[in-house]
């Protein structure tokens, strides 16, 4: 069992940055992949990005390549997602979650455990 509370969301300006914290509670957590993924009202949850579970694969959908960064740090079970040069686009829930046993997973079925997201609204 793996719990997961996402933190560090809020209001930000177009052009700026975030960096949301996802801590764990649960001792598979290092056995587990991390994967971010949001919701936007209306929209379907998609990936942001995915991270194995020893920190060295890491995946980036296309449009978040290039200006996002997953980490983790399995001694504290903590996971970080950090977004830059942000878009009124980019306002949306932003949730983590852990894939047991699983080497990099991008569909979101895969996930077996979520927090309950951390709210990021991008202004103009």
């Known amino acids: 069992q793996v719990q997961l509370v996402e933190s560090g969301g809020g209001l930000v300006q177009a052009g700026g940055s975030v960096r949301l914290s996802c801590a764990a509670v649960?001792?598979?957590?290092?056995?587990?992949?991390v994967g971010w993924f949001r919701q936007a009202p209306g929209k379907e949850r998609e990936l942001v990005a995915a991270l194995s579970a020893d920190g060295a694969r890491a995946h980036y959908a296309d449009s978040f390549e290039g200006r996002s960064t997953i980490s983790r740090d399995n001694g504290k079970s903590m996971a970080y997602l950090e977004m830059n040069n942000l878009k009124p686009e980019d306002t949306a829930v932003y949730y983590c979650?852990?894939?047991?046993?699983?080497?990099?997973?991008?569909?979101?079925?895969?996930?077996?455990?979520w927090g309950q997201g951390t709210q990021v609204t991008v202004s103009a």
């Open positions: 649960g001792r598979v957590f290092r056995e587990c992949a």
């Open positions: 979650a852990a894939a047991v046993n699983v080497g990099l997973p991008v569909m979101r079925r895969t996930y077996d455990y």
